[in-house]
């Protein structure tokens, strides 16, 4: 597989290269964040997804525990309750951050988990012990789904177990065993999913819309428009391109600390998230689009209010912009209203400018704005003063005071 430093970015998935990095973020300091990548096959959805893999920040555990125990907030049944003197007698270990997928072909058991048949048919001493499944064991990771409109088709005890992963933040998950007291877990998991909407089923929001609903926001991948960009694709992946890769042992090296950088940024951009707030007007501005334009779902309103803080900083801002709001519109709305509410909301942006759409939404018994509330950020449609004509720059006391005489 190509290294994900290498993957060829072009304008059609930029935003799919850009929501993996924020989702990896936010992971990595516990809050999960769900993306699903929508388009036409063949255009690299999973490519992107899965080679993500090898940029994910190591995360420390309890020593050996499989449901990736927080050393400083172990929540499994084997470890939530021990006193601290003993959490560290058994000691920590530093491991990948966790990236699972679920398939088409896995059961209940596989998934939320089952009892552990090596445990019970131990000759010496058998026991009966859950086994947890893959969510379970991608807590603080990362759960990957392919074709996820399928898997909402045919495996509704599956999506049910999705629901309530992705209900909260974190999420839990309750296994169950005959004979076996049941066991409910938090887990934090960011879910990835990747699907084809033009294909059988359908869309997801048509087949399972609670399920829609759960992904923090939807990214539609394009495809790719420039020569040069597809010449590159059709080398990279041409069979004595490989060959040659595969013999080239150091490429493996050169790989590694291709994508080490973005080990590295993940991490410093994760402490940067956890001291970055959202500007109050920002997060009045968000609410004032949920309520003119009567939107369901809360959650939408919480991924953009994430989504901009995440992108401010992958971007290199030192403060989230109204820009970084007006970003996280259609990726976070797009399966959550109907097409033409949410091209009305894209054209009020473009059109108005930020300031004047912000203002808009302004009871017409406040119109008052107090100085210190419009942020310079907002001042981005004015004109050059070189391009301003003297009738706009000057204003005689005729026209200031037109009605006297």
Same mark, same amino acid.
């Given at each position: 597989?190509?290294?994900?430093?290498?993957?060829?970015?072009?304008?059609?998935?930029?935003?799919?290269?850009?929501?993996?990095?924020?989702?990896?973020?936010?992971?990595?300091?516990?809050?999960?964040?769900?993306?699903?990548?929508?388009?036409?096959?063949?255009?690299?959805?999973?490519?992107?997804?899965?080679?993500?893999? &090898?940029?994910?920040?190591?995360?420390?555990?309890?020593?050996?525990?499989?449901? +990736?125990?927080?050393?400083?907030?172990?929540?499994?049944?084997?470890?939530?309750?021990?006193?601290?003197?003993? *959490?560290?007698?058994?000691?920590?270990?530093?491991?990948?951050?966790?990236?699972?997928?679920?398939?088409?072909?896995?059961?209940?058991?596989?998934?939320?988990?089952?009892?552990? !048949?090596?445990?019970?048919? @131990?000759?010496?001493?058998?026991?009966?012990?859950?086994?947890?499944?893959?969510?379970?064991?991608?807590?603080?990771?990362?759960?990957?789904?392919?074709?996820?409109?399928?898997?909402?088709?045919?495996?509704?005890?599956?999506?049910?177990?999705?629901?309530?992963?992705?209900? +909260?933040?974190?999420?839990?998950?309750?296994?169950?065993?005959?004979? !076996?007291?049941?066991? @409910?877990?938090?887990?934090?998991?960011?879910?990835?999913?990747?699907?084809?909407?033009?294909?059988?089923?359908?869309?997801?929001?048509?087949?399972?819309?609670?399920?829609?609903?759960?992904?923090?926001?939807?990214?539609?991948?394009?495809?790719?428009?420039?020569?040069?960009?597809?010449?590159?694709?059709?080398?990279?992946?041409?069979?004595?391109?490989?060959?040659?890769?595969?013999?080239?042992?150091?490429?493996?090296?050169?790989?590694? *600390?291709?994508? @080490?950088?973005?080990?590295?940024?993940?991490?410093?951009?994760?402490?940067?998230?956890?001291?970055?707030?959202?500007?109050?007007?920002?997060?009045?501005?968000?609410?004032?689009?949920?309520?003119?334009?009567?939107?369901?779902?809360?959650?939408?309103?919480?991924?953009?209010?994430? &989504?901009?803080?995440?992108?401010?900083?992958?971007?290199?801002?030192?403060?989230? *912009?109204?820009? @970084?709001?007006?970003?996280?519109?259609?990726?976070? !709305?797009?399966?959550?209203?109907?097409?033409?509410?949410?091209?009305?909301?894209? +054209?009020?942006?473009?059109?108005?400018?930020?300031?004047?759409?912000? *203002?808009?939404?302004?009871?017409?018994?406040?119109?008052?704005?107090?100085?210190?509330?419009?942020?310079?950020?907002?001042?981005?449609?004015?004109?050059?003063?070189?391009?301003?004509?003297?009738?706009?720059?000057?204003?005689?006391?005729?026209?200031?005071?037109?009605?006297?005489?």
């Amino acid at each position: 597989m190509i290294p994900f430093y290498k993957l060829e970015r072009y304008e059609g998935n930029e935003d799919l290269f850009e929501l993996v990095l924020m989702s990896i973020v936010s992971s990595y300091v516990g809050e999960p964040m769900h993306v699903h990548a929508e388009g036409l096959r063949g255009t690299g959805k999973t490519t992107i997804m899965r080679a993500a893999k &090898g940029i994910l920040p190591q995360i420390e555990r309890i020593k050996g525990c499989i449901y +990736n125990c927080d050393p400083n907030n172990p929540h499994c049944p084997q470890h939530r309750d021990l006193p601290r003197e003993e *959490l560290e007698k058994i000691g920590r270990e530093m491991i990948p951050m966790p990236f699972l997928e679920i398939s088409h072909s896995a059961k209940v058991g596989t998934v939320a988990g089952s009892i552990d !048949l090596t445990k019970l048919t @131990d000759a010496d001493n058998p026991e009966a012990r859950l086994l947890p499944g893959l969510i379970p064991q991608a807590h603080r990771g990362i759960i990957f789904i392919d074709e996820i409109n399928r898997l909402a088709d045919t495996s509704p005890e599956i999506t049910d177990i999705m629901l309530d992963v992705m209900g +909260n933040k974190p999420g839990h998950i309750q296994i169950e065993e005959a004979g !076996l007291p049941v066991v @409910d877990i938090p887990v934090s998991v960011s879910v990835w999913a990747a699907s084809n909407p033009d294909e059988e089923p359908g869309a997801l929001e048509e087949i399972r819309r609670q399920l829609s609903d759960r992904f923090d926001v939807v990214c539609f991948m394009g495809r790719p428009d420039s020569v040069d960009v597809l010449s590159q694709i059709l080398k990279e992946n041409s069979y004595s391109f490989k060959l040659q890769r595969a013999k080239q042992n150091a490429n493996l090296e050169v790989d590694d *600390l291709g994508n @080490d950088k973005y080990r590295l940024d993940i991490i410093k951009w994760a402490r940067m998230y956890e001291q970055t707030e959202l500007p109050d007007f920002l997060r009045n501005y968000i609410a004032r689009l949920y309520i003119k334009h009567n939107l369901e779902s809360i959650r939408a309103i919480e991924a953009m209010q994430q &989504g901009a803080v995440l992108h401010s900083i992958i971007r290199g801002r030192d403060k989230v *912009l109204i820009n @970084d709001v007006t970003h996280m519109i259609p990726l976070v !709305l797009k399966h959550r209203v109907d097409g033409d509410t949410l091209v009305k909301m894209i +054209n009020e942006v473009d059109v108005k400018g930020a300031r004047d759409g912000i *203002l808009s939404f302004k009871s017409k018994k406040n119109t008052k704005k107090k100085e210190d509330d419009i942020d310079s950020n907002y001042f981005q449609t004015g004109k050059p003063l070189r391009d301003m004509k003297r009738g706009e720059l000057v204003n005689t006391e005729k026209t200031l005071t037109p009605n006297e005489g």
